[in-house]
């Protein structure tokens, strides 16, 4: 199973954004975590409605994340992201195994599984202070962003798997 690119661009704004005490431009967020710009706009757009993030226009502008959404699981986030859709589409192109395939019991049952997991972690608990080292890593408030790489057109996609 993977995560679309659009929910893994969300969960590291997230991080980004809630390990940072002050607000933060996408142009910093998109170079701090290598990722398109225009993508990264449209991520923050999605988490400012989903009430991850709040942001301010202008030239002090930026976002922020929203201390509130430190209770909001991750589950919830991949759920907004990823939508309820299925694993695997048995309709497009129409399957032949369709009327006596458990596979795809199956494989709702796993993406319920894996989505349960994540229903016990909060966005606060990937950032947490006594988490480790991850979010002396994170904060973006110390020194200027690093360059963007020069042509990477996109992102890596999480892997939802054990050999991640």
């Not at 962003?145 to 057109?153: D, H, I, L, N, T």
């Amino acid at each position: 199973m993977k995560l679309n690119r659009s929910t893994d661009m969300a969960l590291r704004v997230a991080m980004f954004t809630a390990a940072s005490r002050t607000r933060t431009t996408v142009d910093d967020l998109a170079a701090r975590l290598a990722l398109p710009r225009s993508h990264v706009a449209k991520v923050v757009q999605r988490l400012q409605r989903l009430g991850v993030l709040v942001t301010v226009r202008g030239r002090a502008g930026g976002t922020a994340f929203v201390p509130a959404a430190a209770e909001m699981t991750v589950a919830q986030v991949v759920r907004a992201f990823e939508g309820d859709g299925e694993v695997v589409s048995c309709d497009q192109p129409a399957c032949p195994l369709r009327a006596d395939c458990l596979l795809r019991v199956e494989l709702r049952r796993a993406r319920a599984a894996f989505l349960s997991a994540l229903d016990e972690v909060r966005l606060g608990d990937l950032v947490d202070a006594d988490a480790g080292p991850l979010p002396a890593l994170l904060t973006i408030d110390s020194g200027p962003p690093s360059p963007a790489p020069v042509g990477r057109a996109e992102c890596g996609q999480a892997r939802l798997d054990s050999s991640a």
